[in-house]
Nanobody
Framework: QVQLVESGGGLVQAGGSLRLSCAAS????????MGWYRQAPGKQRELVATSTRTTYGRTYADFVRGRFTIYRDNTKNTLYLQMNSLKPEDTAVYYCAADRGNGMRYWGEGTLVTVSS
């Protein structure tokens, strides 16, 4: 079992920045891929960005490309999401996810990001 703990959410004005952190309970080198999802009020959970262990590839949803950056610190077993130029529509609970590549998916409890207009 992989435990994931998100932090870094909060209240920010439109145009501001936040950095989210996801601390994993084991080496993230053993995790095939990790990513960030978000769920806004009244909407389904959607993928924001991913980071793959094998290729160190990164993917981004169209609505965050150019504004958000996903990256890892392997020494701290932590995944980050740097969010710049935040918009009110970015308001959501952000969830960290980990995939071992064996069909097992793990989730954190989420951290709330609120962007005021």
């Amino acid at each position: 079992q992989v435990q994931l703990v998100e932090s870094g959410g909060g209240l920010v004005q439109a145009g501001g920045s936040l950095r989210l952190s996801c601390a994993a309970s084991e080496s993230i080198l053993s995790i095939n891929s990790m990513g960030w999802y978000r769920q806004a009020p009244g909407k389904q959970r959607e993928l924001v960005a991913t980071s793959t262990r094998t290729t160190y590839g990164r993917t981004y949803a169209d609505f965050v490309r150019g504004r958000f950056t996903i990256y890892r610190d392997n020494t701290k077993n932590t995944l980050y999401l740097q969010m710049n130029s935040l918009k009110p529509e970015d308001t959501a609970v952000y969830y960290c996810a980990a995939d071992r590549g064996n069909g097992m998916r793990y989730w954190g409890e989420g951290t709330l990001v609120t962007v005021s207009s």
